[in-house]
């Protein structure tokens, strides 16, 4: 079983609606959830974090959290083209090491239609 | 404040080669990390240094992969002999102290191995 999951996509929306990006993970006893957002040939760049169950919202963003159905997902208000990128959904999962390893899905790719 | 930078940003080598990555994390941030992206495949964690030590190598593929973070500033990460699987982008990130701080990353390093 992948340890964090999302669907790759593509994933289209209009310019102007709402972009929902889900993702699934294994560990229950993950506490730490992370969204990145990474352009072609660039760096992932860190957009969302959450660490409790509900809504967290920053500007168009929101991110959402639910423990319980191992479950954290990404709503875009007023898509820009401009948002057009992979959406990675990352996860601190407990590593057999003793420590905590951020551990990524494959990503989704966003692509917002003008 | 300057972010994570990394060096080169592409290499090519030939199979049996030897190649060094350089990671400049950012200054006073004591996790550094290493990752890769083999291509179509998801982030995968390699190691993880708190300063100079450490943490968790349980994400580095083999022998032939040596990481050093001497005096816990910048870190090297060294392939030695280089395979074609070894080919991909090797990421670093780092973060402040603590294992809930997101992590920031750098360019990559795009390594090529023909």
């Known amino acids: 079983q992948k340890e964090v999951e999302q669907n790759s996509g593509p994933l289209s929306v209009p310019e102007g609606a709402i972009a929902s990006l889900n993702c699934t993970y294994s560990d229950r006893g993950s506490q730490s959830f992370f969204w990145y957002r990474q352009y072609s040939g660039k760096s992932p760049e860190l957009i969302m974090f959450i660490y409790s169950n509900g809504d967290k919202e920053d500007g168009r963003f929101t991110a959402q959290l639910n423990k319980a159905s191992q479950y954290v997902s990404l709503l875009i208000r007023d898509s820009q083209p401009s948002d057009s990128a992979t959406y990675l959904c990352a996860v601190n999962i407990h590593s057999g090491a003793g420590s905590y390893q951020l551990t990524f899905g494959k990503g989704t790719k966003l692509s917002v239609i003008p | 404040e300057a972010g994570v930078t990394q060096f080169p940003s592409h290499s090519v080598i030939e199979k049996g080669q030897t190649v060094t990555l350089r990671c400049d994390p950012i200054?006073?941030?004591?996790?550094l990390y290493w990752y890769r992206r083999v291509m179509g495949k998801e982030i995968k964690f390699l190691l993880h240094?708190?300063?100079?030590?450490?943490?968790?190598e349980s994400g580095m593929p083999n022998n032939r992969f040596l990481a050093e973070r001497t005096g816990g500033t910048y870190s090297t990460l060294k392939v030695q002999p280089a395979e074609l699987e070894d080919s991909g982008v090797y990421f670093c990130?780092?973060?402040?102290?603590?294992?809930?701080?997101?992590?920031?990353f750098g360019n990559g390093t795009r390594l090529t191995v023909t």
């Open positions: 200054s006073g941030h004591d996790n």
């Open positions: 240094f708190v300063k100079e030590s450490k943490q968790d």
């Open positions: 990130a780092s973060s402040p102290t603590g294992t809930d701080s997101p992590l920031h």
